[in-house]
């Protein structure tokens, strides 16, 4: 994973009022291309010749509208464009952001809490994990695709972190569903996961339909698509 700070004076005013938040970053088409505005036709963004736009959405970390910049972590993986960008960025290498987006709202009362995710959801997790009340229990359960993708979060009592490993023979997010429909949560327990749209529509169903949680205690998020480029959905 690598580390990006942007900044700008067009970032005058930008702030970020709740942890887990996101951010939309329009990249250029190709590495070293011109970054164009795209324009939005009704339906969707398109660049000036057609084509679809470049954009990601990323979790924005240290914010500091003072300095009006603010970071994103990417996971390196190989063809990913986010990727090439961010292992080749440089100062002075453009970017264009919207947002941000909603974040959320911790229970300042809540006793318990599970927080789940896969690699996408790493930067949101390590954000959200020092700003929980002290006295809460935390269960984190991450999915890795690949074991050089852990990294150290941020220590905190009273928590407990479980890293499952991916399957190559099942669908992206699989092992972090099973951990989260496997857990131990009661209704009180405030629920935040983000991964894989099939995977965590797949725990959403179960915290709902099966156990009866109430929604009012759970976030869960779409991070991407498999077999998408880019895609973000919200489940």
Do not use: C
């Not at 250029?28 to 084509?51: I, Y």
């Amino acid at each position: 994973m690598v580390r990006v700070t942007l900044g700008g004076p067009d970032l005058e005013g930008f702030s970020i009022d709740e942890p887990a938040a996101s951010v939309r970053l329009l990249l250029p088409a190709e590495p070293g291309a011109e970054l164009l505005r795209p324009v939005w036709d009704g339906n969707e963004f398109l660049l000036p010749d057609g084509r679809r736009p470049v954009i990601r959405t990323l979790t924005p970390l240290r914010s500091d509208p003072t300095a009006r910049t603010f970071d994103v972590e990417v996971v390196l993986h190989d063809g990913g464009r986010v990727s090439q960008w961010a292992a080749s960025a440089e100062p002075g290498t453009p970017a264009a952001v919207s947002g941000p987006g909603r974040g959320y709202t911790i229970d300042a009362s809540a006793d318990a809490f599970l927080l789940a995710g896969d690699e996408t959801a790493l930067p949101a997790i390590s954000e959200l994990l020092p700003l929980l009340p002290a006295s809460a229990t935390v269960a984190v359960h991450v999915e890795l695709a690949h074991p050089d993708a852990r990294l150290a979060l941020p220590d905190r009592y009273g928590t407990e972190i479980a890293w499952h490993d991916a399957s190559a023979d099942a669908p992206p997010g699989t092992a972090l569903a099973d951990a989260v429909i496997a857990a131990a949560v009661d209704a009180d327990t405030r629920i935040w996961a983000a991964g894989e749209a099939a995977s965590v529509q797949r725990i959403r169903r179960h915290l709902f339909s099966d156990r009866g949680l109430p929604r009012t205690n759970t976030t869960i998020r779409g991070y991407w698509k498999h077999g998408r480029a880019g895609g973000d959905e919200e489940a």
